[in-house]
């Protein structure tokens, strides 16, 4: 046994799998040869190092093989940038393939071309660009009109003096509609990438060419075409009304996105057409928008959250698929079922919604507030819990639904959520003069502060004054004096000052009668709404966020920008080490970037408005004096 493992420790190495493909790429055998490139493009998908073959795969480049010829270039792609100076070999079959007679040789070849991203290609680049943007074959055409746009990132200048922006330009008349939407595509990501060049101006004849060639391109063809036309403006009623007329009938397409960029479209520009057109337009958009919400679950989702923006927009049009006096029992009926599953999240929305029922259609607000009861008498926590905060809004829409009122202080053991709490707090706060044990109830929750207990003490010393002074006094003392809520603190200080002059003025302003509210939705400031709707079917509209907040300018993205800001900080703390040590110490170093994890975006909240904080100065009116202004 020893001396096998003396004889198996002289032996010669076993041939590894890279031995054996590159033995097979230098074969003899054609057939071989073409066996062992599909077995390296196999490895390579499995995510396996084969770069080391490089050289091995080159020489297989000149072949009359189509099949073997894709599965090289393939190759070149995905590792020219490990072998930047032997992809310079390849230039010459490059160039002769983009002249071969076989249409997809040519498109082939000027497509692999402009997917090595090497700087050093760029130079090869001029001449077979130039003669497959004016080929006779379209599928050639439309595939040299994309390789601009991937010349323009790695060589502006050399893309712009060689007049392939104005080649692309003239190229959007082309008679084949593919051809023009690739032509806009390369044009528009040019122009997102450098708005300085101008790359994409739609005029009154480039609209017309766009508008013609709109119903036969692909699909994918189609929402290029109409993302251009959402970006185009128009203050000519005719000409807004054609792009109304000719863009409806994308209403009907089966893709999604087709769908929702002919939204956007008709959304921008009906806002020129007279009234009567805007809603034949709205009437016709309502079914593909329902037809939506009947997808996958992924196209749901980003369907409702388009639908979302758009009934903030216009509420009327989805009018006939809404809540109404006709539809709520059977409405109501389901949304109870949905109340009594397991999905915590789930039922919370479900109850949510049997409010805001209840607030839009005043004569279901009796059958809601019942199914609400029936809801709470399960004494399931979090649905208990959620069922008082929504009453609570309920009561300020309708306050003549006080005799429920009781019923809900019989759970107040139950309540262990903040904003459960606080909803209870200010119901006895508000009907406190109609709660025979409202102090006793408040007195419970004496031990935790919050802006509506103090409020809540407040409204009940002045509906009953009689024995509850003391009551107030102490929460005011603790919360001025204890409370680490600057919040809190000033609001107990702004009471203490009111009860401390004329009740009846305090009544007048604690007391004051409140607006009833209409809804309980949250919606997006209009401005940032405006620019939403302009972005409807992209990201944006997902996050309800503008994608400045989410993705950097141009082509960079917020990942890229942020590795600059920290490469730019590095470096000037290498230049001047000690003037960046004292603006760390000092907390004045650069500005962070206004940058989110996605995966912390809030889905439900609108977009957060950045403002300054005003800190209310500390008063000492208790002293004789207020010193600090509000």
Known sequence: MAVNRIQKAFAAPRKGETFELRAGLVSQYAWERKESIQKTIMAMTLGKDVSALFPDVLKNIATGDLDQ???????LMNYAKSHPDLCILAVNTFVQDSEDPNPLIRALAIRTMGCIRVDKMVDYMEEPLRKTL?????????????????LFDLNPSMCIENGFLETLQEMIGDPNPMVVANCVQALSEILETAPETNALIITPTVLKKLLLALNECTEWGRVTILTALASYHTNDLKE?????????????????????????????????????????????????LVTLVSSAPEVQYVA????????????????????NEKNCEQLLAELKEYALEVDMDFVRRAVKAIGQVAIKIESASEKCVNTLLDLIATKVNYVVQEVVVVIKD????????????????????????????????WIVGEYAEKINNADEILASFAEGFME?????????????????????????????????????RDRAYVYWRLLSGDLDVAKNIVLSQKPAISTTIASLPSALLEQLLGELSTLASVYHKPPESFVGKGRFGADEIQ???????????????????????????????????LLDIDFDGAARIRGTQFWIGRPGWWHGGYDGPV
């Not at 010829?69 to 190759?75: G, H, I, M, P």
Request: charged content about 25%; proline content about 7%.
């Open 452 to 488: 509506e207990f103090t409020q809540a003490i407040v409204k009940l010393f002045l509906k009953k004054p009689a024995g509850n002074q003391a009551l107030v006094q102490k929460v005011l003392q603790s919360a001025t004096g204890e409370s680490d809520n600057p919040d809190i």
């Open 563 to 597: 590795r600059a800001a920290i490469q730019e900080q590095r470096q000037n703390a290498a230049e001047n080490p000690i003037a960046a040590s004292v603006a760390a110490a000092s907390g004045n170093g650069p500005p962070q970037n206004n940058l989110e994890n």
């Open 134 to 150: 004016r080929d006779e074959s379209p599928y050639v055409r439309k595939t040299a009109a994309i390789c601009v746009a991937k």
């Open 394 to 425: 309920i009561l300020r829409k309708y306050p003549g639904y006080e005799g429920v009122i009781p019923t809900l202080c019989t759970y107040i053991d139950e309540l262990d959520e903040a904003d459960a709490r606080g909803s209870l707090i």
């Open 304 to 323: 409702l959250r388009n639908i979302d923006l758009l009934l903030q927009a216009k509420p009327d049009i989805l009018s006939k698929e809404m809540p």
């Open 69 to 75: 010829k894709k599965l090289v270039y393939l190759y």
């Open 240 to 288: 807004s009304e054609h792009i109304c007329e000719r863009v409806a009938p994308q209403f009907q397409h089966v893709n999604p996105s087709v769908v929702l960029a002919a939204v956007k479209v008709v959304f921008m520009h009906m806002r020129a057409v007279n009234a009567d057109l805007v809603r034949q337009y709205l009437k016709k958009m309502a079914p593909p």
